[in-house]
Each structure stands twice: as structure tokens, then as C-alpha cells.
């Protein structure tokens, strides 16, 4: 079995979904993935078709601070859900469902 991702931004500073912020998904130095979030924050079928295996998340999200944010995953087989929370000077993360 494969594993599956998608991912979503929240501007916790304003207090909506982050629109059309740049997202790169990488296996070591590939390219796996690429893609904006839509008018709800979201990725909704970032990447399928997986192998499981370390990946590296890049988000270039709206903050005066942070220009880029990237996150170290290990994804098993199924459905993985990797939300980013950012305002201008704070962001966290969490597995989502």
C-alpha cells in the first residue's frame, strides 16, 4: 500500500486560510510534488501514490518573518494530513487526520 498527502495553511494572525501559498514536497534532492493552496487554505490531493519513506515538506508562507518553512515527515502507508498554522511571528505544525 502507497501513502497519500495533503496538507493546509492557516494565518492563525488573521484568522482565515492562507490562499496561494507556494508548497514543494521533495524525496531527498527529487521534486515529488508542487502546488498552491486554494481559496480554503488547502492541498486537498497534494501527493498520491507514495512510497513510504522520508519526505520534505517546503512552505513559503505570508509572514513578514517567516520565508520559508519546512518540516521532516516519515510517512508510513496511508493517508498522512500535515497542516501549517503561521502568523507573522509564530508557526506550528501538527499530523492532522
Known sequence: M????????????QGTPA???????????????EGSTDDDGRIAAFAEALEPGRYRLIFHPPSPYFRRVEL?????????HVPLLVSPYACASYRGS
Do not use: K, N, Y
Open 2 to 13: 502507497a501513502a497519500s498527502l495533503s496538507t493546509h495553511v492557516l494565518d492563525t494572525g
Open 19 to 33: 490562499r496561494g501559498v507556494q508548497v514543494e514536497l521533495f524525496r531527498e534532492s527529487e521534486l515529488v510534488a
Open 72 to 80: 521532516e515527515v516519515e510517512l508510513s502507508e496511508g493517508h498522512h
